[in-house]
């Protein structure tokens, strides 16, 4: 590590962080250091991602004009990146800083024409100050002390003139965004529209509280509520809770003390809030735990409706959810799958039911929520009051055929149509929740008695109790897709191809080239997919995929948002008569993008995927594609890893024919794309008469 001037460890920053220094893509950071010979050099990081002294990087930048217009944003997160205490540190004392400027902007004027270590001398007190008025004793934000602020004063300064191009709420938003992108894998978020659902599941509540706040996702969805509780068993993330709640809005304080508490502890072991009695609880618990505390809270008051076992993490979550509300006070939490139906907890999940305070699960589609793979439950409850008998039906809602129906065949994050999600899931529990009982939609919804759900098992899995929808509409559908299926069959039997000519004998050797060569002369254009942004807020573009092109199905991914105030990095958009080929997985593939695809046109391009853009004057498409599908020219393309193969376009081969004769192979080919798309037509239509019969066969709809 190198040394700073004052003794201490000096910053450094990372290939991508010097990208985004100078507001360009990696690739111009890797051109920079093979063109220049005094682009600084290495000193950290490993072989394949180094890092580099910034200071050293920000003088070179300089020197070289590319520092001129790097956004100011930019610069405040790199001195949170490269700060010698770690980012953490050094966001909670620019969320300090940001606390202090909004609620007490007259008075920092005055303390940042201090020089930087009287500053530093000056902070801790209005900062002391403003902390206790906005978060209260105790609480998760020590003070920092002046010696701790002095390598933070830059920053602060940098913070805060941010905060005068935006706000101090969006200034810490972006900062903390940042952190949380740079470490995926350390912190769990629970996604926007999950939470605002859980929120509105939840209704109007004026004290909420989330006990595994997390990065306080729920909380910030809790609109209208003037107190806010959460507690965190990370410390630092505790800290940095509180202050983006701080931050986030002037939500008030009630005359029992501050608007927001968030405190760092293990809620079950040590709770922070034993006589709170919240509104609303909303949460998003870990999962599968063993560990939590089965040992020592054996006799806990909370275990209203049952002890819960080792394996039973979420049902000891539920508890202390309903242990912290008030008489008729919601709950809702994000639960996995299997805590509806395994059996440890089928005595706690049957005093739920017996008692009232389980209202309505909700079966999520997957990809709503982290973990991604499986289809989470949303579990709504409501602490019973005294006296009131306990409703006699349950909720029960599986939002996969909403899912399905509006993402066509893909599964997923990608895929998921929240607003779809979100309509179906409310348009259930607001008449359920007035009335106490909801009509039935096969598929969809059921309120069931809970007296049909106290059996053996007790399985409150929403698919195993809702009736199937429909098979196919009946047997008039089904009719109908039998026609379609024969026109589609005739269609197929249209285009077949003619029987093949025979030469007489081998064909002579043609004078080839290669894609390569081609796109060296300029004939054709090669573009590798993979790479781009849209801007931040800007509408979204879809994303052709490899497996997309393998279907033969239109653009199934979304292009990722630049961060905000980041440009966005172009990306290669596909273009009527161009060429695509999926470069993984060793098939003979190749798809020409029609004009009349107008889902394509427009769409970027996906990783493994590449483009070729023929010269209309010098290629044809139908052509070019058409030989590029050839097993053999694939074949020795190819070059084989250990678990994939992968094709090397510029090795792909083509004869060497005038435009004419081209196209004349062009139309053939084109006409066998046709057949192709037939068949799958055909295919498609089959499998939906044979599984709509099956389906009407087994459910009675149809006669056999």
């Not at 599986?398 to 895929?415: I, K, N, P, Q, V």
């Not at 695509?580 to 993008?593: D, F, N, W």
Request: hydrophobic share 45%; net charge negative; with cysteine.
């Amino acid at each position: 590590m190198p040394e700073s001037a004052a003794g201490g460890t000096a910053a450094e920053v990372t290939a991508a962080g010097i990208a985004r220094l100078a507001g360009v893509g990696r690739a111009a950071v890797s051109n920079w250091r093979r063109r220049h010979a005094d682009f600084p050099k290495p000193v950290g990081g490993t072989e394949t991602s180094p890092s580099f002294d910034l200071a050293d990087v920000e003088e070179w930048l300089r020197a070289q004009g590319k520092l001129a217009e790097v956004p100011l944003r930019e610069r405040v997160w790199q001195q949170i990146a490269a700060h010698p205490a770690g980012p953490v540190t050094a966001l909670v004392h620019a969320g300090c800083a940001l606390l202090l400027v909004r609620d007490r902007a007259g008075a920092w004027p005055a303390l940042a024409a201090a020089p930087d270590e009287r500053l530093a001398g000056l902070l801790p007190v209005p900062l002391e100050e403003t902390l206790t008025e906005r978060l209260g004793v105790p609480r998760s934000v020590r003070t920092p002390a002046a010696h701790e602020l002095v390598p933070s004063v830059p920053l602060l300064r940098a913070a805060a003139e941010l905060a005068a191009e935006t706000s101090p709420a969006d200034a810490f938003e972006f900062l903390l965004g940042r952190h949380l992108d740079a470490n995926p894998r350390q912190y769990t978020l629970t996604p926007p529209g999950p939470a605002a659902l859980m929120a509105a599941l939840a209704g109007p509540a004026a004290r909420v509280l989330d006990p595994a706040c997390g990065t306080g996702a729920l909380l910030r969805a809790a609109t209208g509520a003037t107190a806010l509780y959460g507690q965190d068993a990370d410390r630092d993330l505790a800290a940095l809770t509180s202050l983006r709640l701080a931050l986030a809005g002037d939500a008030g304080r009630t005359a029992k003390g501050p608007a927001v508490g968030v405190l760092p502890g293990d809620t079950l072991r040590a709770d922070a809030f034993p006589a709170l009695a919240a509104d609303a609880v909303v949460c998003h618990p870990p999962f599968n735990e063993r560990n939590w505390g089965h040992d020592e809270l054996a006799y806990d008051p909370r275990w209203e409706y049952g002890f819960p076992a080792r394996t039973e993490s979420e049902l000891a979550w539920v508890q202390h959810a309903l242990a912290r509300l008030r008489p008729g006070g919601t709950a809702v939490l994000l639960m996995p799958p299997a805590a509806a139906s395994r059996r440890s907890g089928r005595r706690i999940r049957a005093d739920l039911l017996r008692r009232g305070a389980l209202r309505a699960v909700v079966a999520l589609p997957a990809g709503a929520a982290p973990p991604y793979g499986i289809p989470l439950h949303l579990w709504v409850l409501r602490r019973p009051v005294p006296g009131e008998r306990p409703p006699a039906e349950l909720l029960l809602v599986d939002t996969a055929t909403e899912t399905s129906a509006a993402a066509g065949t893909g599964t997923g994050r990608d895929r998921l149509d929240w607003p779809a999600v979100e309509t179906a899931v409310l348009d259930a529990w607001r008449p359920f929740d007035r009335d106490g009982t909801l009509a039935e939609t096969p598929g969809e919804s059921r309120s069931v008695p809970v007296i049909e759900l106290l059996d053996d098992d007790v399985d409150l899995a929403p698919a195993r109790h809702l009736p199937p929808p429909a098979a196919a509409e009946g047997a008039a559908q089904l009719d109908g897709v039998r026609d379609r299926l024969t026109a589609a069959l005739r269609r197929t039997m249209e285009l077949a191809p003619p029987p093949a000519a025979d030469t007489g004998g081998p064909a002579g050797r043609r004078p080839v080239t290669t894609v390569g060569e081609l796109a060296r002369a300029g004939a054709l254009t090669l573009r590798a997919g993979g790479t781009g942004t849209t801007a931040a807020g800007a509408a979204p573009v879809a994303v052709l995929t490899d497996t997309d092109v393998l279907a033969a199905q239109p653009p199934s991914g979304t292009l990722p948002e630049a961060a905000p105030g980041e440009p966005a990095e172009e990306a290669a958009l596909l273009a009527a008569g161009d060429v695509v080929v999926p470069v993984l997985g060793g098939g003979s593939v190749a798809r020409v993008v029609d004009a009349a695809d107008h889902h394509t046109v427009g769409a970027a391009l996906g990783r493994n995927v590449h483009l070729l853009r023929p010269d209309p004057a010098a290629l044809d498409p139908w052509f070019l594609a058409g030989f590029l599908r050839a097993t053999a020219n694939n074949r020795q393309a190819s070059s084989y890893a250990s678990t994939a193969t992968r094709l090397d376009v510029r090795r792909l081969q083509l004869p060497r024919l005038p435009l004419a004769e081209q196209r004349r192979y062009g139309d053939r080919f084109r006409a066998l794309a046709e057949f192709e798309e037939a068949l799958r037509l055909a295919g498609r239509l089959g499998e939906q008469l044979v599984q709509g019969m099956y389906d009407g066969l087994a459910d009675g709809t149809v006669a056999p």
